[in-house]
DNA sequence: TCATTAATCGATA
DNA sequence: TATCGATTAATGA
């Protein structure tokens, strides 16, 4: 279903792919023509990185199609899994932040489609275009929230309740309705699952079994679906 | 209760 | 076939 012939570039931008996204949705038909005029489009394989934590800020970005993970170093120097973009949002935008590097290292999880301005355009954008600021903090700060919840999680809650929210919190945030359950829409494995919620490979592993048999979840390599959502939010809260 | 090590099996490219 | 992901058991913190 992702498969794209490959070519040097992509077509001409139709004003409806920004629409009915929330940064853009206020906005007259000539503001959108405007805005993408300005925009260059790319297309990342897998695995590809967008930027890099701590690098220059030169642009920000929209990704149209695929997945994102924004992955963070600690203080161990391991990587770690801050959190999952689906398409339709912003993302990059240190502006936003008062920063003009990257907070986090940006790495596509699927193949994607990521549109691109420079930087300088921000502040255009942000007083000409009445609703891009404010949706756009609506994001960051809900965003923000989310990663503070982790970090509560991670002090006060059991590896078990942990690895629950982790799984309801992608379920939410990038689950597709498919016959008998949600199924997380990209490839996670269970190493990725663990890095999200400070466990080990084996012990998400050894959860994950459980729970299929019970019949809470389903998973194949990389994919994983749940049946029971219900059943899984009784043992996020333990 | 959970992490670590190691062995093994199966899927994928 | 070589590599990668998933599973399980054993052991120890």
Redesign the pocket.
């Known amino acids: 279903m992702n498969q794209e012939a490959p070519r040097k570039t992509l077509p001409r931008l139709d004003e409806s792919l920004l629409t009915h996204l929330p940064p853009f949705s206020q906005l007259e038909r000539h503001q959108i023509r405007t805005i993408l005029d300005q925009a260059s489009s790319r297309r990342y394989a897998a695995g590809a990185h967008i930027f890099d934590e701590a690098d220059p800020a030169d642009r920000f970005f929209m990704l149209l199609d695929g997945y994102v993970r924004v992955m963070r170093v600690t203080s161990t120097g391991e990587q770690v899994t801050a959190l999952h973009i689906p398409s339709g949002q912003l993302l990059g935008i240190a502006k936003a932040l008062g920063r003009d590097t990257y907070p986090a290292t940006a790495v596509t999880a699927t193949e994607s489609i990521v549109l691109s301005w420079p930087t300088r355009l921000w502040d255009t954008f942000v007083t000409e275009y009445s609703g891009f600021a404010t949706e756009t903090y609506k994001t960051v700060g809900h965003r923000v929230g989310e990663m503070n919840n982790r970090v509560v999680e991670m002090a006060t ?6 690895v629950a929210n982790a799984l309801l919190r992608l379920v939410n945030q990038t689950g597709r309705k498919v016959d008998g359950g949600i199924e997380i829409d990209f490839p ?5 699952l ?1 890095e999200l919620t ?9 959860l ?3 729970w ?1 048999k019970l019949g809470v979840v389903e ?6 679906k749940v049946c029971d959502p219900h059943a899984l939010v009784l043992l996020s809260q333990g």
Do not use: F
């Not at 809650?157 to 942990?162: A, H, I, K, S, T």
């Open positions: 809650q059991q590896v078990e309740q942990r996670i494995t269970r190493q990725d663990s400070a466990t080990t490979l084996h012990t998400a592993s050894r994950l079994s459980g299929e998973s194949k390599r990389k994919r994983i």
